[in-house]
């Protein structure tokens, strides 16, 4: 055991000092996020087509009056065409559901807003989706329309409408963006980083010089994913440190569960890059294999953009792509603070995934190095 | 007698072509065996079930007394290996890649300065120790190279065409190495297109064409058998003189593999 972790440990040094070496490779993973973060830091698009919209209407007023207002605005949103409305009774359902990012806005009816109508008043409360800036105006809009256009059972001078959001001030592209470019950077290290190695090695024929050693096969294998995860962290606190000091992306969550997300995602993907190498035996077969894998994955995540401006078919792919999760919960967890509970389905999703992936790959990789 | 390989009936096939069919060998200890064999004769894929890098599709190999299968740690402590590519990391320094190995090897941390600076003086690469191997020569590559292999002091070392294409001084630095480890009482396989590599370094020859052993013995034995006056003369009459105009390998997206 302890000489398996000193195995382990000596070849992620050497395949760390071998990246270290290598000047362009060095430059690549310090320059590859700046550049990403500075790109899509100013040029992210300021306004997208966007339709239905979900968002969630908590009615707590079960008084005739209480029901009807609810039910004007239910339809009122329902026919504008840029939402789709779930109704709840519960407050912190509808909360969970817009720290997961199911619905991107609550319009709650709180008790007693009926009598408050009766005598003359009454206030609403909308709590908006902060992770995009653009969404979350496009909904308020629409929302502070559908209001005024409300005619019984009261006028639109009777309503209160109080806008607030999960956190406390403004959020701009970036607390949007930032998480998403985080997990990224951390994941293409895991998913073509080991990919790459074993391929070059494989080329140079140094593979054999390791196979060759009196050493476990799964100490090479775990030694290369661990260089692998220290490159993937160094990418992501690069791209962190920017966020906050360039871009004053505020960092609301819990330090370790935003680690935990990350650590998973990394080690799922460098799972999947092993997976992956079990099939390709040259550099640039790897280099291919793994754009194909990464490019849709990047668009199709919600790293970049919100979910919502894909077709609905485009959607569906991206509820199948593991980074899809990743991005969601270390979001969620990042900029709205979420708690374990939020999140715990793709924390343990994302195990459970994990997991899956290395008992394929660990036999896999083993069978394709010694056929 | 005893031996440092044997094999019986070792076979490997990939999906249904038959690479190595039933080979058949015994090394002797202390001896300098060569297996020479035309391109696609099956050399390499024998020597990589021998150094545990492929697994035997049937038959067995006994090297330094263990079972390559069965016992494949035990086969990789016993033996050296010298590929025909550098099993070393262009951007690590000499002494860095000598370390490493070593390391990986099992070599004691105390002996480790001691080893890694015998080898390379022996080699007359102390003086490029802090150099990246990436940087060395092609002669001063294969000298470490082989080193790099006798990090662990192995009882048996494979030398798989270590004189390609190397100057004529480094193949003379080599081939009066191979004889010095046997003379240190090292077992050595060796594989060469240069038959009179083969008559120089080889005490015994083993044949090998289209994954079969031809003919194997003492060198001297097998010139008095085919009435030849060297080896390349042996190796003629059995393996032919047709040009071998085949089509092997794959095209990777790099083109040559």
């Known amino acids: 055991m302890a000489s398996g972790i000193s195995h382990t440990l000596l070849i992620a040094k050497k395949d760390l000092t071998e990246f270290y070496r290598v000047k362009p490779r060095l430059v690549t993973m310090i320059v590859f996020p700046i550049v990403l973060m500075l790109l899509f830091g100013y040029m992210f698009p300021s306004s997208g087509a966007v339709n239905h919209v979900p968002i969630a209407v908590v009615v707590q007023d079960q008084s005739p009056q209480g029901m009807q207002l609810a039910d004007r605005f239910v339809y009122l949103a329902q026919s504008s065409g840029l939402l789709d409305v779930t109704t709840t009774d519960s407050v912190s359902w509808a909360q969970q559901q817009l720290v997961l990012n199911n619905v991107y806005a609550i319009v709650i009816f709180h008790q007693g807003i009926g009598t408050q109508l009766s005598s003359g008043g009454g206030t609403v409360e909308v709590i908006l989706d902060q992770l995009n800036p653009t969404l979350d105006s496009a909904v308020k809009g629409e929302i502070e329309q559908i209001f005024s256009q409300m005619d019984a059972p009261a006028s639109p001078s009777a309503l209160n409408v109080v806008f607030q959001g999960l956190i406390p001030g403004t959020t701009g592209s970036f607390e949007f963006l930032a998480p998403g470019v985080i997990a990224m950077t951390a994941i293409i290290g895991g998913l073509s980083g080991l990919a790459m190695t074993f391929s070059r090695e494989r080329e140079l024929g140094t593979l054999d010089g390791l196979l060759m050693a009196p050493i476990s096969r799964l100490s090479i294998i775990f030694g290369k994913g661990l260089a692998q995860i220290v490159r993937g962290a160094v990418s992501s606190v690069i791209v962190f440190v920017i966020s906050v000091l360039l871009f004053d992306v505020k960092v609301y969550g819990n ?117 | 007698m005893s031996y440092a390989v044997e094999t019986e009936n070792l076979t490997k096939a990939f999906n249904g072509f038959i690479a190595v069919n039933g080979v058949s060998i015994r090394v002797r200890r202390g001896s300098i065996f060569g297996l020479l064999g035309p391109n696609g004769a099956g050399k390499s894929t024998f020597l990589r079930m021998i150094c545990t890098l492929l697994r035997p599709t049937a038959g067995r190999a006994i090297v330094e007394g263990h079972d390559v ?189």
């Open chain 1, 255 to 371: 330090p370790l569960l935003m680690i935990l997300v990350l650590f998973e995602g990394i080690l799922a993907f460098t799972g999947m890059g092993m997976l992956a190498t079990s099939f390709v035996s040259d550099q640039e077969s790897a280099q291919l294999i793994m754009l194909m894998i990464q490019f849709p994955m990047i668009f199709l995540s919600g790293a970049l953009f919100p979910l919502l401006q894909l077709p609905w078919w485009l959607r569906m792919i991206s509820y199948i792509l593991p980074l899809t999760y990743v991005v969601s919960a270390f979001r969620a967890e990042m900029v709205l603070n979420a708690p374990f509970s939020a999140i715990a389905p793709e924390v343990y999703g994302l195990a459970i995934f994990t997991v899956v992936v290395f008992a394929l790959a660990v036999p896999m990789f083993q069978r394709a190095v010694t056929k």
């Open chain 2, 69 to 257: 299968v069965r016992e494949p740690n035990e086969v990789r402590k016993a033996i050296g290996v010298v590929q025909e590519k550098l099993l070393l990391y262009p951007v690590l320094t000499a002494q860095e890649n000598l370390e490493l190995f070593g390391r990986l090897y099992g070599v004691p941390e105390s002996e480790m300065r001691h080893k890694v600076r015998e080898l390379l003086e022996e080699v007359k690469l102390w003086g490029f120790r802090d150099k990246p191997v990436g940087t060395f020569s092609s002669g001063m590559r294969q000298r470490l190279n082989i080193v790099r292999a006798l990090m662990h002091d192995p009882r048996l070392v494979i030398l798989d065409e270590p004189t390609n294409a190397l100057d004529p001084q480094s193949v003379r630095w080599v081939r009066d190495y191979v004889k010095k480890l046997k003379e240190r009482g090292l077992t050595v396989i060796v594989t060469t297109h240069d038959m009179h590599e083969a008559e120089e370094l080889s005490e015994d020859l083993a044949i090998m064409d289209r994954g079969h052993v031809l003919e194997v013995g003492p060198v001297q034995e097998l010139k008095s058998k085919y009435n030849a006056h060297t080896v390349e003369d042996v190796f003629l009459k059995l393996t032919g003189r047709e040009l071998r105009d085949e089509l092997s390998g794959r095209i990777s997206a790099k083109g040559w593999r």
